[in-house]
C-alpha cells in the first residue's frame, strides 16, 4: 500500500539513530543512507535531545579511535606525533609555542586599550 506521506515525515527516531550511529555521527552520510536531504536531519537532530546524545556519543568513540592512532604514533617515535602529543598535553611542562595567560576561573584576561593606544599599537609606535 502506497503513503502520500513524505519520506522524511516517516522516518522515526530509531532509524535516524540508526543512521547516526553508523553513520559515525555525520548527519550527511546518515541523510544519504535515509535517503532525505541533510537538512531534514538537522531539523531533527535540532528537535530531539536523544540523537543529539547519538551524536556526542559517536564523535566521543572517534576521538578515542584518534587518540589511539595519536599514541601509537608517539610510541612508535614518529617526531611529528611526539611533538604534537608535547604541545597539546604537556603545556604544563613547558611545551608550547605561546604562553596562555588565563584570567580569574581560566576566563579571559580583559585588557582596556583606548583607540589612540591601539592605533598606536597597529601601527608600530
Do not use: H
Not at 584518534?66 to 606525533?81: P, T, Y
Amino acid at each position: 500500500m502506497k503513503t502520500n506521506t513524505p519520506k522524511w515525515q516517516r522516518l522515526t527516531e530509531a532509524q535516524i539513530a540508526d543512521a547516526l550511529e553508523k553513520s559515525v555521527g555525520i548527519m550527511s552520510v546518515a541523510a544519504e543512507r535515509l535517503g532525505v536531504d541533510r537538512s531534514t536531519i538537522c531539523r531533527r537532530v535540532q528537535k530531539s535531545q536523544r540523537l543529539r546524545d547519538v551524536i556526542d556519543a559517536a564523535t566521543e568513540r572517534t576521538m578515542d579511535v584518534a587518540e589511539a592512532a595519536l599514541l601509537r604514533a608517539v610510541q612508535k617515535g614518529e617526531a611529528w606525533a611526539v611533538c604534537f602529543f608535547l604541545k597539546c598535553k604537556a603545556k604544563a611542562r613547558g611545551y608550547s609555542e605561546r604562553k596562555e595567560i588565563t584570567g580569574p576561573a581560566g576566563k579571559p584576561v580583559q585588557v582596556a586599550v583606548s583607540e589612540a593606544e591601539l592605533d598606536k599599537i597597529i601601527e608600530g609606535q
